[in-house]
């Protein structure tokens, strides 16, 4: 008998069914072999291990699995090329549960699990787990069915549900992702005043080079839709990022109707779908490879007649290889030291079923001193030969393998846990790079023009303490950009009369100061000082380094490569103090983190950190030259440096600044709100309403340069006055509030700093992602909430969890470890994949070797 029409209309990855429906050998045989070189994971449901089946079918000829599995989960077996091999099963786990489980960890979300019941009682293999699998039932055997599940009788079937997927892959059909809440963006197609604000937001990166979510229709020369990490065009203050060639463009006639964009977080691809499905609706589906850093692929469909690929690549210089493929095109961009960038795209067309599918891969060599055009051609071809399943399957284990070392879980509250993750999917935009390599953290990323890619104070102190816990190679490649900068650093402070390095407080390729001294705001021209005066820059690169070596424990990185960083800085410090007649030492005519107050004097976080500066500086002199004259000198300026500690016990921000007009922000607005824009900078100047942590900021980096038992008084005076009109503020007032044991506070901050962007709290997302907003989240849960912190090599963690988070599991890399921190109200676990010396608060050290149970969490303030 013919087999039923079956249609599902959606492509999945792993198809669960039973054994005994597939026992006709033959069949079975011939489905099999068709299905595993498609890449489509089977999962058998048999009786017993010996049930025929197991002997009836062939083994996998292709990347695709397949596996036999007991219905009631107690045994498992994987067919390989060699034969059946058991797997590993966990007790008393129903069988769907740990199937999804098996194929979550190789980037199979549940809604790409199809589930086919064909017997009587298969409902009870359905869980709460199961909930997102698509279930259908097939045949006529089936016993009552969920509400909603589509039904497909007929004895052909499951055969047919088979055959219906092997077709949709042999067709090359945009492949489908996982629509779960809990790891997806979805953008409706968005009013004209939103769009730039989604394509932000749905940008797939890696390795840096990112891929704004532009329409690939959309030919507005202005926009600039790829953008890479350290790749500038023009001098001086005009360097800016440079916008790369296009390599997704296409055409569409007529141009697609309202569209959906769905970023899925777990795989890293970006969905974009006609709303209307029906034939012809287009779909597409875009990856940036993490596999292969360059390399970005694509695969469209739409009616045939509708979709033709589009442009080459516009450049100053494009071509195609005489007697080379004809459908491969390049473009260079004219280069200098580090801003080269080559570009090739190839292109395929296919076409089945009055369905045309249009496939790009194209892929981009850029940094180091000279890219070259041949290595992009030839990594061109390597990707085009793997072809979009390949690229997209190793991608997608690559994304699986990174949620599975580093995540951040908290199952009580939905909102944080895709924000957060959203966080951790920004950051690993910005790897993997290779050993050696240097990045360029721009205030946006490369995601957006925003602050023309200048590098900021962000990336040094925002974004490396979250990058180091996620990706410590790529957090190296900071320190290495900043080491790079050195010889311009000195070259300022000379300039200036000073010893020693002098970061610019904006930097882009050649580590010169490129601060515009005018901004247009509102239609007025506004003058910028921070470029002369925002000099903390310079210890706030030193603390990264030192902060990065402390984090990996790799004590040779500050003694070797950024042992002139720290020094330099610190001479640097040495001879741009005066000292008064009393003997105390000042720094005169900055402005500090909080930049609503400027020209002051002896800020108390540029003091601070100045101070840290010195005394780092002198502890590895010390070490490393231990004649040196320098360590005294040094220590002795640090001593004398004014804190701004009070009788009271806190620190006054700067000399003068508690004799200027209270202000609380909420007198103003609800915070965040720019208070400046509102007020006026002369009114907010003369207040002491503050823009960002400043105070708190010393607090958070180095704790032990405030005064003691000031973090309590200190929260109590700068929360309430802090306006957070700077992205870089909720989430670093989110850590220090958690540590001051003030959680519930804390958690409502957190939740503004993840809807920074994903809710365009500042009107600015349009320009790029806030890279800094990411990493002070991703921190404000980390040191925290759960106070981790390293000190001579061994983990310190000190949670203080809010009440609506019962439930805490911290994934992420530490001392050249995979950690895992659980917390719950039963105590902390720590599991680690090599020894770890762990200290919970005030305990005693505990060395853990695979799994330490360390007792319950301390709670309460800490003074
Ligand atoms: O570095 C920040 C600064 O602290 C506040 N204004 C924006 C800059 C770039 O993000």
């Known amino acids: 008998m013919a087999d039923p029409p079956a249609r599902l209309d959606r492509t999945v990855d792993l198809v669960v069914v039973r054994a005994r429906e597939v026992l006709d050998p033959a069949r079975t045989r011939r489905l099999v072999a068709a299905l595993s070189p498609a890449r489509l994971d089977v999962v058998l449901l048999a009786g017993n291990p010996d049930d025929p089946v197991l002997a009836a079918c062939p083994r996998p000829t292709g990347p695709g699995r397949v596996q036999l599995r007991g219905p009631d989960g107690g045994w498992a077996r994987e067919l390989t090329a060699d034969g059946p091999r058991a797997l590993a099963v966990a007790a008393r786990v129903p069988v769907l549960d ?214 080459v690549p516009a450049a100053a210089e494009h071509g195609s290889p005489r007697g080379g493929p004809p459908r491969r095109r390049w473009a260079t961009t004219p280069s200098g030291a580090g801003s080269a960038v080559a570009v090739a795209v190839g292109q395929r067309v296919g076409r089945d079923r009055g369905v045309r599918t249009v496939e790009r891969v194209g892929c981009y060599a850029v940094g180091g001193p000279a890219p070259r055009l041949r290595d992009a051609l030839d990594r061109l071809s390597r ?42 999917f920004t950051l690993w935009g910005l790897a993997p790079v290779p050993p050696d390599a240097e990045l360029a953290v721009g205030a946006r990323g490369a995601t957006g023009p925003g602050y023309r890619g200048h590098v900021f104070w962000d990336a040094d102190v925002f974004v490396l303490p979250a990058l180091v816990a996620v990706a410590p190679g790529a957090a190296r490649a900071v320190v290495r950009y900043r080491i790079a900068r050195l010889p311009a650093a000195r070259r300022r402070a000379r300039a200036a009369g000073h010893d020693g390095a002098r970061f610019p407080w904006e930097s882009a390729q050649d580590g010169e100061e490129v601060t515009p001294h005018r901004a247009r705001l509102r239609g007025r021209t506004l003058r910028v000082r921070t470029g002369a005066l925002e000099e903390h820059i310079t210890a706030d690169v030193a603390w990264a380094a ?104 806190r620190h006054e921000q700067f000399a003068g600044y508690d004799a200027r007009r209270p202000l609380l922000a909420r007198e103003v607005a609800e915070p965040p709100v720019a208070a400046d824009l509102l007020l006026g900078r002369a009114r ?134 995979a950690v895992r921190i659980e917390v719950d109200p039963a105590g902390v676990v720590v599991r680690t994949d090599r020894p770890l010396r762990v200290r919970l608060g005030d305990r005693a050290a505990v060395r853990v070797v695979g799994a330490g149970h360390l007792g319950p969490a301390v709670s309460g303030r800490r003074a």
Request: proline residues 8%.
């Open 383 to 424: 990707a085009e030969a793997a072809g979009f399943d390949a690229l997209l399957a190793e991608s997608r284990r690559t994304w699986a393998a990174r949620w599975d070392d580093v995540d951040l879980r908290v199952p009580d509250d939905p909102e944080a846990q895709r924000g957060l993750r959203f966080a951790l």
């Open 98 to 311: 740990a199937v999804l489980a098996d194929a979550s960890a190789r980037g199979i979300g549940a809604g790409l699990v199809l589930v086919v019941l064909s017997r009587r009682g298969d409902r009870a293999l359905l869980s709460e787990g199961t909930r997102r699998c698509v279930v259908v039932a097939a045949g006529d055997r089936h016993g009552p069915l969920p509400a909603g599940t589509a039904r497909f009788p007929g004895p052909g079937a499951v055969a047919a549900l088979l055959s219906e997927q092997l077709g949709r892959r042999c067709r090359r059909r945009v492949p489908a992702l996982d629509p779960d809440p809990a790891w997806t963006l979805r953008e409706p197609d968005p009013p004209p005043e939103r769009r730039r604000v989604v394509e932000t937001l749905t940008t797939v990166a890696a390795g840096g080079l990112a891929s704004r979510g532009v329409a690939e229709e959309d030919r507005d020369p202005a926009i600039a839709p790829v953008l890479a990490a350290g790749v500038y065009r023009g001098r001086g203050a005009a360097q800016a990022l440079r916008p790369l060639p296009r390599w997704a463009d296409l055409r569409l006639d007529p141009a697609p109707g309202a569209t959906v964009r769905t970023l899925d977080l777990r795989t890293g691809v970006l969905l974009r779908e006609e709303g209307s499905p029906g034939p012809g609706t287009f779909r597409s589906l875009r990856v940036a490879s993490p596999a292969r850093p360059g390399v970005v692929a694509l695969r469209a469909e739409a009616a045939a007649g509708r979709l033709r690929p589009g442009r």
């Open 684 to 817: 907010v100047g003369a207040s002491q309403l503050i823009k960002q942590p400043d105070v708190l900021m010393l607090h958070h980096l180095v704790p032990g340069e405030a005064g003691p038992a000031s973090l309590v008084p200190d929260v109590e005076h700068y929360a309430p006055r802090t306006a957070h009109g700077s992205s870089l503020s909720p989430g670093i007032s989110a850590a220090v509030l958690a540590r001051a044991g003030r959680t519930e506070e804390a958690l409502a901050l957190l939740h503004t700093g993840l809807a920074l962007d994903l809710d365009d709290l500042t009107d600015t997302t349009a320009e790029g992602l806030h890279l800094a907003a990411a990493g002070a989240s991703v921190q404000a849960v980390v040191q925290g909430f759960l106070g981790v912190r390293v000190e001579r090599g061994t983990l310190v963690l000190d949670p203080r969890l809010p009440a609506a988070w019962p439930r805490l599991e911290a994934r992420f890399r530490l001392l050249g470890a």
């Open 546 to 649: 030192a902060h990065y070596a402390a984090w990996v424990h790799q004590p040779a990185f500050l003694a070797g490569p950024a042992r002139p960083l720290l020094l330099d800085t610190a001479r640097y410090w040495r001879s741009r103090c005066t000292v008064d007649d009393a003997g105390a030492a000042h720094l005169d005519h900055v402005i500090g983190p909080d930049e609503y107050h400027e020209d002051v004097d002896d800020d108390a976080f540029t003091n601070g950190m100045a101070r840290w500066n010195l005394r780092a500086a002198a502890d590895l002199l010390e070490r490393l030259d231990p004649g040196s004259p320098e360590p005294t000198a040094w220590r002795s300026l640090a001593g004398r440096l004014v804190d701004g500690l009070t009788p009271s016990g």
